[in-house]
């Protein structure tokens, strides 16, 4: 059994801005019922919820601050959360890394600071709990001093520092080193230093024992300029201790075989119940019911980054074709008023939900027959895993963990049992209007359909597949 210390800065379903959460809350149940001993470690934010008040433990002394550590479980589990309590920097309104207004706060790298030199005391059992992790798991930014940290001790544990995503690195000036009164020996190109300022994330990625990022492609895409953020040269030099571990989903909230909030449970051997979620979702959308025209289906940020633009160039088609669209999102307010435009032109085809809504993206995930997730970087992904799980085939861009996840359907793969949806590679419109024909023109062929949709129900997407993977890693190291 490993002793496993996991360091968020965010836990589903305590608190939640991304998928980072969505990991934190799932990886330490699945790792706990492969028989391991998990805890969670993060601060105690003002807005937490879902949980039983934490119960005082101890009191630790970092930098001049006495720090109170609380205890509380993940609800529904027997995994233990460790709360850093300090009302000065983490009893406020707001989330994690925004204030309630959504700007940055100003104190954000003393918040994580501060955290890290917790995580370090726990890690190192100077805490008073009488409990020493055997491998201390870190993940993005906001706990990349960890590693570095930990480097500096005699008998530490290893540790693994995960990427959610590359983009978000914790830079501050060069001013904050010192006055985070942090270890002279750190600083240096090496180590924490990045052209002159503080990263946290090099931290993790220099210090680390091991790095593993939420997909095998997006490992690899890290490693060149376009996804590397800079850090592309490290990554490269660390890629002997660099993996992709896909993100697992959580089977008993996705699941088409007992989801209450669709119009019609189905299995994989009653897939013809499926289109019953088609044309309830087209009657509550005001779409004309037909359970035979071809339903695509979109849940995502409308951002750059989604490939939304793609989308966005291929509407006028994809109007004079009989098929529907049906979008639930929110983001970018021009790219909004574009896609509502669409809607009011041509009501019939297009329907366009602003905002996000739990129940109409399970009915979108159930009713649509096709679902488009064309990103332009995608670290991991999670709805094209749900699409699967729901027999809704998906029509994504060859990156990250779409690469990984979606086998296109081309004549070898469906001669094989193995095709699961649709793929194509160029960032551009012409592309996915191809791919979006190529999809149809499948679609058609009703039992050939069945089958992919078959394919793509089979697979396993579970956190269970995941941990075993990670305690695989621990191991390891």
């Keep these: 059994m490993k002793k496993i210390l996991f360091a968020s800065s965010e836990t589903h379903p305590l608190i939640k801005t991304g998928g980072l959460a969505d990991v934190a809350g799932s990886l330490p149940i699945a790792l706990t019922s492969l028989g ?18 934490g119960r005082y433990l101890c009191t630790v002394r970092v930098n ?61 059992n100077r805490a008073y709990l009488d409990w020493k992790p055997d491998v201390v798991h870190c993940n993005d930014w906001q706990t990349g001093l960890v590693p570095a ?48 300022m503080l990263s946290f994330i090099k931290g993790g990625l220099s210090f680390s024992d091991w790095i593993t990022t939420v997909s095998p492609t997006y490992a690899q895409e890290i490693q060149t300029p376009e996804f590397g953020y800079g850090l592309e040269g490290l990554l490269a030099h660390r890629q002997h201790t660099l993996s992709g571990i896909i993100n697992g989903i959580d089977l008993t909230v996705w699941n088409p075989e007992s989801d209450q909030k669709i119009a019609q449970t189905y299995t994989v051997r009653t897939l013809n119940k499926k289109v019953l979620n088609k044309t309830a979702l087209q009657a509550r959308l005001g779409l004309p ?45 021009s790219i909004q008023v574009r896609l509502q435009d669409f809607a009011r032109l041509y009501p019939d085809k297009f329907s366009i939900t602003i905002g996000y809504d739990e129940n109409l993206a399970h009915q979108i995930e159930a009713g649509a027959d096709m679902f488009l997730m064309p990103s332009r970087f995608e670290p991991c992904g999670l709805n094209q895993m749900y699409s699967q799980r729901y027999g809704t085939l998906p029509i994504v861009r060859k990156t990250g963990g779409l690469a990984d996840t979606v086998v296109d359907a081309l004549p070898d793969t ?21 791919t979006i024909k190529r999809a149809l023109v499948l679609h058609a062929n009703r039992p050939l359909w069945q089958k992919l949709q078959r394919n793509a129900m089979g697979k396993d997407f579970s956190w269970e597949n995941s941990a075993n993977q990670y305690l695989a890693l621990y191991r390891a190291i």
């Excluded at 920097?89 to 707001?94: I, R, S, W």
């Excluded at 544990?157 to 080193?177: D, E, K, L, W």
């Design 64 to 124: 001049n601050a006495d720090v109170n550590l609380l205890e509380t479980h993940l609800p529904d589990s027997e995994v233990i959360v460790w709360l850093v309590d300090f009302p000065a920097l983490f009893n406020q309104p707001g989330n994690p890394y925004n204030d309630e207004s959504g700007n940055p706060w100003p104190d954000i790298g003393d918040r994580f600071a501060l955290f890290c030199r917790i995580v370090t005391e726990v890690a190192m």
């Design 289 to 333: 019911v037909s359970a035979d025209l071809p339903l695509f289906g979109l849940i995502g940020r409308l951002v750059d980054q989604k490939g939304i633009d793609l989308v966005l160039n291929c509407l006028k088609e994809m109007a004079k074709m009989p098929l529907q669209f049906a979008l639930l999102g929110s983001g970018d307010t």
């Design 36 to 53: 391991q001993d998990v805890r969670i470690i993060m601060p105690n934010y003002q807005s937490i919820k879902n949980c039983e008040p």
């Design 149 to 196: 940290l930990l480097s500096l001790e005699e008998n530490r544990p290893a540790t693994v520092f995960t990427i959610h995503n590359m983009a978000y690195q914790g830079v501050f000036p060069s001013s904050a080193y010192t006055q985070l009164n942090l270890p002279g020996q750190l600083w240096h190109p090496d180590g924490l230093e990045y052209h002159g």
């Design 414 to 434: 469906i001669q094989d049992g193995t095709a699961s949806g649709f793929v194509f590679s160029e960032a551009v419109p012409g592309a996915l209007m191809e």
